[in-house]
């Protein structure tokens, strides 16, 4: 079995998420493709990434990310930073050689998107998006249905992502609530996750028609550099300017003739971490739910009429990845799981010579339809989504 070197550049919850794949994953998927090494890590500060070390199993830390760029140990970059940063990082680890793994959104726009793809384009190099949630076996079951023609040809994509950690006025202007550093709002954060799902379902997006909307305008100046996700203080104090959508909805038409519609907002109360989608085909429905994320529900239209309705499929041995996971149906999974299956099919692709998906072309993809949905919010018309040159 062959050693990779990793280095992770953030050591916030997308790196506890990553470290926890690292180690784990050649423990469900064995004999594992290669062996994540915990190399080094980087931070903000010396601090900071000693006790990020010390915390996620690294050997090294550094404060400059561009130590693990330049270092010939290294053999993966692992990009885990708020968005502004994506691009610089994952450019000069492409002209270094080295293979990339990048948290969603790929970038901030699809400028900088486009830059990120063409670092990487025309290399031999295995680059990876981190849309995680396709890797939910459920989500995989429901592409297999899909493409064996079991529900038919596809008419109706509906998909939410709602949550509610930032529906209080008084939780922290952490970055994500940052134009300069996220990008955009709930848009990037969650509604890529969503956008991810279309695609990789349905098809490509053809042309949007969207609504944005902020509802809190300003929020408590954040204390300290982690991102404290939603954790109300009191209110008291100087407050910074939010200059992102809380919220946006948008139409979608795809390419192969079906309509839908995708929602997504960090400001609903009672809703925790609601990604959904609803499938309708020609010859049954899918329905997918992630916060009961081991369950599929499927309703075949040939089914007969006496016990016609939808059923539900427990996800396990049967069924995609189920192998590398637990012996029991409905034993359950968890978040961690699917950067478990994340990181095997990362490194199944380093070591096995080919590539994976999602990669920096459907990174960028997205960014045009987040920047399609954008601009339709703000010209109140339907929006053409362009594709990407290969």
Same mark, same amino acid.
């Not at 830059?115 to 076996?137: E, G, I």
């Given at each position: 079995?062959?050693?990779?070197?990793?280095?992770?550049?953030?050591?916030?919850?997308?790196?506890?998420?990553?470290?926890?794949?690292?180690?784990?994953?050649?423990?469900?998927?064995?004999?594992?493709?290669?062996?994540?090494?915990?190399?080094?890590?980087?931070?903000?500060?010396?601090?900071?990434?000693?006790?990020?070390?010390?915390?996620?199993?690294?050997?090294?830390?550094?404060?400059?990310?561009?130590?693990?760029?330049?270092?010939?140990?290294?053999?993966?970059?692992?990009?885990?930073?708020?968005?502004?940063?994506?691009?610089?990082?994952?450019? =000069?680890?492409?002209?270094?050689?080295?293979?990339? @793994?990048? #948290?969603? /959104? &790929?970038?901030?726009? $699809?400028?900088? !998107?486009?830059?990120?793809?063409?670092?990487?384009?025309?290399?031999?190099?295995?680059?990876?998006?981190?849309?995680?949630?396709?890797?939910?076996?459920?989500?995989?079951?429901?592409?297999?249905?899909?493409?064996?023609?079991?529900?038919?040809?596809?008419?109706?994509?509906?998909?939410?992502?709602?949550?509610?950690?930032?529906?209080?006025?008084?939780?922290?202007?952490?970055?994500?609530?940052?134009?300069?550093?996220?990008?955009?709002?709930?848009?990037?954060?969650?509604?890529?996750?969503?956008?991810?799902?279309?695609?990789?379902?349905?098809?490509?997006?053809? =042309?949007?028609?969207?609504?944005?909307?902020?509802? @809190?305008? #300003?929020? /408590? &100046?954040?204390?300290? $550099?982690?991102? !404290?996700?939603?954790?109300?203080?009191?209110?008291?104090?100087?407050?910074?300017?939010?200059?992102?959508?809380?919220?946006?909805?948008?139409?979608?038409?795809?390419?192969?003739?079906?309509?839908?519609?995708?929602?997504?907002?960090?400001?609903?109360?009672?809703?925790?971490?609601?990604?959904?989608?609803?499938?309708?085909?020609?010859?049954?429905?899918?329905?997918?739910?992630?916060?009961?994320?081991?369950?599929?529900?499927?309703?075949?239209?040939?089914?007969?009429?006496?016990?016609?309705?939808?059923?539900?499929?427990?996800?396990?041995?049967?069924?995609?990845?189920?192998?590398?996971?637990?012996?029991?149906?409905?034993?359950?999974?968890?978040?961690?799981?699917?950067?478990?299956?994340?990181?095997?099919?990362?490194?199944?692709?380093?070591?096995?010579?080919?590539?994976?998906?999602?990669?920096?072309?459907?990174?960028?993809?997205?960014?045009?339809?987040?920047?399609?949905?954008?601009?339709?919010?703000?010209?109140?018309?339907?929006?053409?989504?362009?594709?990407?040159?290969?």
């Amino acid at each position: 079995m062959r050693n990779l070197n990793v280095g992770l550049i953030g050591g916030g919850f997308m790196g506890k998420a990553h470290s926890l794949a690292y180690a784990a994953m050649p423990m469900f998927f064995w004999p594992a493709p290669a062996q994540p090494v915990r190399k080094t890590i980087a931070e903000a500060t010396p601090e900071l990434a000693n006790e990020a070390a010390r915390r996620f199993g690294f050997e090294r830390s550094t404060s400059d990310w561009r130590s693990i760029i330049d270092d010939p140990e290294i053999d993966v970059v692992d990009i885990a930073t708020p968005n502004h940063l994506h691009a610089e990082i994952a450019i =000069a680890a492409a002209e270094a050689g080295k293979h990339i @793994i990048c #948290e969603k /959104p &790929l970038a901030r726009t $699809g400028e900088e !998107s486009k830059a990120m793809y063409d670092a990487v384009k025309n290399t031999d190099l295995v680059h990876m998006v981190a849309f995680n949630y396709r890797r939910t076996p459920a989500v995989a079951l429901a592409k297999k249905y899909i493409d064996e023609g079991a529900i038919g040809r596809i008419t109706n994509f509906r998909g939410t992502y709602l949550q509610d950690w930032s529906a209080d006025p008084s939780s922290p202007l952490s970055w994500r609530f940052q134009k300069s550093i996220a990008g955009s709002g709930a848009l990037g954060d969650i509604g890529t996750h969503v956008i991810d799902m279309a695609r990789y379902l349905v098809g490509e997006v053809a =042309a949007v028609n969207a609504v944005m909307s902020t509802f @809190i305008s #300003e929020r /408590p &100046l954040q204390s300290g $550099g982690a991102d !404290s996700l939603g954790k109300a203080r009191e209110s008291e104090g100087p407050k910074g300017a939010v200059d992102v959508d809380d919220e946006f909805m948008t139409l979608v038409r795809f390419d192969n003739g079906a309509v839908g519609s995708v929602e997504a907002t960090r400001n609903a109360h009672g809703r925790n971490n609601f990604l959904t989608f609803e499938i309708h085909g020609t010859e049954g429905s899918i329905l997918f739910n992630y916060e009961r994320r081991d369950e599929l529900q499927v309703c075949f239209a040939g089914d007969p009429a006496d016990r016609k309705g939808f059923r539900t499929v427990y996800t396990g041995p049967a069924h995609p990845y189920g192998d590398g996971l637990w012996p029991i149906p409905a034993l359950g999974i968890g978040y961690g799981e699917t950067k478990i299956i994340e990181a095997f099919d990362f490194f199944s692709a380093i070591a096995n010579g080919g590539s994976v998906s999602p990669n920096f072309a459907d990174g960028y993809q997205v960014a045009l339809i987040d920047d399609a949905i954008i601009q339709s919010a703000q010209s109140d018309e339907w929006v053409k989504v362009p594709r990407i040159e290969s």
